[in-house]
């Protein structure tokens, strides 16, 4: 079982910075994939970004590459979502994930994982 509480959201202006933070509960934080995803108002949920524990490898949703960053410290059982240059349009809810099975590309694939947290509130103003 993993426990998962993300921190950092809040509102923004456009071309600003924000990291999100995500704290895990568990011993063997390590041997998961994590990642975020994101949902807007009257939209879809969507993929944002994942990292495998396997070999590290990371994968992005398009219209977030070259500006977000994902990134963990398993010793502090925490993966960090670093966003720059933001824009309007990555205002959303942001979930952490953790899954155990999944690599960073199959998260993206599947938009689905075993351990969701309760999500932290971005907003970006024009």
């Known amino acids: 079982q993993v426990q998962l509480v993300e921190s950092g959201g809040e509102l923004v202006q456009a071309g600003g910075s924000l990291r999100l933070s995500c704290a895990a509960s568990?011993?063997?934080?390590?041997?998961?994939?994590v990642g975020w995803f994101r949902q807007a108002p009257g939209k879809e949920r969507e993929f944002v970004a994942a990292?495998?524990?396997?070999?590290?490898?990371?994968s992005y949703i398009d219209s977030v590459k070259g500006r977000f960053t994902i990134s963990r410290d398993n010793a502090k059982n925490t993966v960090y979502l670093q966003m720059n240059s933001l824009k309007p349009e990555d205002t959303a809810v942001y979930y952490c994930?953790?899954?155990?099975?999944?690599?960073?590309?199959?998260?993206?694939?599947?938009?689905?994982?075993?351990?969701w947290g309760q999500g932290t509130q971005v907003t970006v103003s024009s």
């Open positions: 994930v953790a899954d155990s099975r999944r690599s960073s590309s199959n998260l993206a694939a599947s938009r689905s994982a075993d351990y």
């Open positions: 990292i495998s524990w396997t070999d590290g490898s990371t």
């Open positions: 568990g011993r063997t934080f390590s041997r998961y994939s």
